[in-house]
């Protein structure tokens, strides 16, 4: 009896939060656990490294701007080393750039602080969906490939260049249209592709080895 209420815990989905702060970190656990979620937390990207072995399921919390090893090295590490467990990055200097580089190693999505707490259980609940979709039917590349095919030339480089990080601004510059037009374009781009946010783009992308 011991030892299946072991194999339980130890198949359980953990939700890992990595953040130098510690009342950020103990904040995060009172109300993640109030909600019914098992934490883990962990003061620093090498202790969460250190920790990390490949039969761990659940979602990451992780903030980006570290002493040490900073968010996104550890998430370049962890995917080297076959992490696929989503990852929801966190930080109080929030920019596009930063945003799009989480995004492509990995990154789930991307909240800055200070954020909503109810917003986090939210995306918490959508890695943990997604991360148990992972396991038992991965994303179908050519169902991707479909949406791609759906958009049009114009469509596809104004896609890549959201996906680079440009803003609607940017892009209108870049290509000489009004920032309305550009506007429209995203609108039907995130439409087409069945997406309702630039960090869920660039993941489908990114999951898929297309973007």
């Known amino acids: 009896m011991t030892r299946l209420h072991e194999q339980k815990v130890e198949h359980k989905p953990i939700v890992y939060v990595v953040d130098d702060d510690q009342a950020v970190r103990e904040s995060m656990v009172w109300w993640m656990e109030s909600h019914g979620y098992h934490v883990e937390v962990f003061d620093s990207a090498q202790t969460f490294l ?18 040490g090893m900073d968010g996104l090295q550890l998430q370049s590490q962890l995917h080297d080393r076959g992490c696929t467990m989503p990852t929801i990055f966190i930080t109080g200097h929030a920019e ?12 789930f999505d991307f909240l800055e602080k200070p954020f909503d707490d109810q917003l986090l259980l939210e995306r918490v609940e959508k890695a943990l969906a997604l991360e148990a979709q992972s396991r038992h039917a991965p994303d179908n590349q050519q169902d991707i490939m479909n949406r791609i095919a759906r958009l ?15 803003s609607n ?15 429209v374009y995203r609108t039907r ?9 630039l960090p869920t783009l660039v993941r489908l992308l990114v999951e898929n080895g297309l973007g």
């Open 189 to 197: 781009v995130m439409q087409k592709m069945q997406v309702n946010s």
């Open 96 to 107: 596009v750039p930063i945003a799009i580089a989480a995004i492509r190693c990995g990154g």
């Open 152 to 166: 049009t030339a114009q469509e596809k480089r104004i896609m890549q260049r959201i996906c680079d990080g440009m």
């Open 50 to 67: 250190d920790h990390y072995h490949p039969e761990m399921i659940g979602c990451i919390v992780l903030d980006v701007r570290m002493p």
């Open 169 to 183: 601004r940017q892009i209108a510059e870049e290509l000489g249209l009004s920032h309305k037009t550009i506007e």
